[in-house]
């Protein structure tokens, strides 16, 4: 059995020298019991700790009823004395998003008396859930009061109070807690009951990030960054502020705006091109007065193609209009007042793989074939 847990007495102890008192296989690999141990276990919403013991890679730590599993490859015998190490750049990151999102969800209790219903920490992003909703205002309100509360670098304080002392308490606990209950408290930002393992001053989150705020549920989730993952997102973002500035020639500030301008004179171009194309369409029809019109056209779009079928069915009595090429296959569109679309649209199935659908004045499809094939079957009386 584990004598204590290190971690518990002190989240910033990297190494252990301890004594191994049960070694079995698991599902995993070799299930480690330590007599005590530093090792942060999965759980609440966080990954266990990633590490070495006796020279091995730790690839889980799990709890169950009360004793730590730790997860190595090979078999490690019982008595033998060990030495495990965290690693504690990762688990010093989880430590600052862990902390920086208990002060969120302290604020936002206090301030809008929501709770918080889900937690989880991604490997990108931490994601908060809430029982309620938040305006894009009050988002930014959380996000300028905690990293004021950072800035201001309080102390955290971790305590055991007594059963009387927890009944006159106010704090945030998703369990009905009864005895050793570990509270943490970030004074004037939350009191909460955790085992989870926190950054001692609030200075050392270094800096929450909220990137976004989504309906979910009935209430909100936000997902945040602390640290240096804000840091390096931040990075990212910059670079890519860069880069759409450099492109378009305004400063990094401006790029919104000129984006939007942007896209409106896309919109205006492909209206130009879409008026461009119908007239083009319409000559093309104009010059047709009899009984087939077969054409092999590059349109912009389906409802091109469409216009198309439709100014020539006044003007041939069976009209052919294809898009696409060789080697991807063609959107189609047969019309006719006079004979069965459908009927014709089953005799191409000889010369290619055909899909569609209509009626029998009109189809509509795709098929795979070649323009040469195409045109020489149509060209025959296929119509009869
Ligand atoms: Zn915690």
Known sequence: MQKQRAYYLNGYQ??????????????????????????????????????????????????????LYHTVAQPLEIGRTVEGEIDWNYRFDL???????????????????????????????????FDGKLSPEDVLY??????????????????????????????????????????VEIPEYDICACCGIHTKTTGEIGCVKILSADAYKNGVRLKMLAGNR????????????????HLLCVPANEIGAAVQKLKKEKEQLQWN??????????????????????????????KALQHFANLLQERASFAAVFSGNDKKGYHFILVSKKWDM?????????????????????????IEANQKELRAFLEQSVLE
Request: charge should be positive; include cysteine.
């Open 14 to 67: 990297t190494k252990i020298k301890t004594t191994v008192t049960d070694c079995k296989i698991g599902k995993k690999g070799y299930e480690i019991v330590l007599e005590d141990s530093c090792f942060y276990p999965q759980g609440g919403g966080q990954a266990s700790d990633k590490g070495t013991l006796a020279g091995q890679c730790v690839l889980d730590v799990q709890e169950r009823e009360g004793i």
């Open 273 to 302: 091109v879409n008026h461009l194309e119908k007239e083009q369409l319409l000559q093309k029809a104009q010059g047709v007065n009899g009984e087939k019109a077969i054409f092999f056209e590059t349109v912009s779009s389906i």
């Open 142 to 183: 959380l996000e300028k009061k905690v990293n004021q509360g950072i800035m201001e670098n309080r102390a955290i304080q971790i305590y055991y109070p007594t059963k009387q002392e927890l009944e006159k308490m106010e704090y945030r606990s998703k369990k009905n807690l009864e005895t050793d209950v570990r509270i």
């Open 342 to 366: 459908k009927r014709v649209m089953k005799k191409m199935q000889a010369i290619g793989v055909c899909q569609g659908g209509g009626t029998a004045k009109m189809v509509q499809g795709k």
């Open 95 to 129: 430590m600052q998003q862990h902390t920086g999102e208990h002060m969120i969800s302290g604020v936002a209790y206090k301030k809008y008396g929501l709770h918080n219903v889900g937690f989880h920490m991604g490997k990108e992003y931490t994601t908060i859930d």
């Open 230 to 245: 804000a840091l390096e997102d931040y990075r990212k973002k910059c670079e890519n502020a860069d880069k759409i500035s």
